[in-house]
């Protein structure tokens, strides 16, 4: 059985999802960040990157959200969360997928983990990388609104992993000082992902 490491506000919510909408049987393990649960021993025994998600499968671990993405899709393919069939639209998935990854994450994580790219003691900078995340993000987010998500789903009429993880990015938005009603389209992929019942559940874990 899969086990599926977690802490609540990550990244690590659309893996959760995507386990939870192939209907495979799974476990999921919630990390308390405030108490430094990723930097034990034995979490980073698992992940010696120290953060989530982590799936521990029968051949050994895997990490990255996109990396994670894809191997539940191809592992569960009833489920029909990734366009398995068709090449082209595979790779947009991917497309979609590590552009979130690469950027859209990187300008949050400049909020609340500036130190990864300048001294802990740099005040000024940690406070200038700080002030510019409402711009990253809102700058993210244009482009997914007007050139990215082609609607209802991100492509089209096809629902896929890049839904699940465009969602828990956008639940990102009111913490970093952006108004997702400036994005229409992101707004109603939002209420769409919100009724649905895998969503309701997994999300309250996320709490």
Known sequence: MLTLYYAPGTCALASHLALEYTGAP????????KQQQQRTPEYLRINPKGRVPALVTDRGVLTETPALLQYIAQ??????????????????????N????????????????????VQETDTAAL?????????????????????????????????????LYLY??????PGDGVDV????????????????????KIAALHA
């Open 127 to 163: 406070e200038a990388m700080k002030a510019k995340v409402p711009q990253t993000m809102a700058e993210s987010f244009t482009l997914i609104e007007e050139k990215l998500l082609q609607g209802p789903w991100v492509l089209g009429e096809r629902f896929s992993t890049s839904d």
């Open 26 to 33: 799974y476990e999921a393990k919630r990390l308390d960040f």
């Open 181 to 200: 009603q400036r994005f229409p389209k992101v707004a109603g992929h939002l209420r769409r992902m919100e009724a649905q019942p895998q969503v309701q």
């Open 168 to 173: 828990t990015l956008t639940r990102w938005l």
């Open 75 to 96: 592992s569960f393919p009833a489920a029909q969360l990734a366009p398995l069939d068709d090449a082209f639209l595979l790779g947009k998935v991917n497309e979609f």
């Open 98 to 117: 590590s552009y979130l990854c690469s950027t859209v994450h990187v300008n949050h994580a400049h909020k609340g983990r500036g130190y990864r790219w």
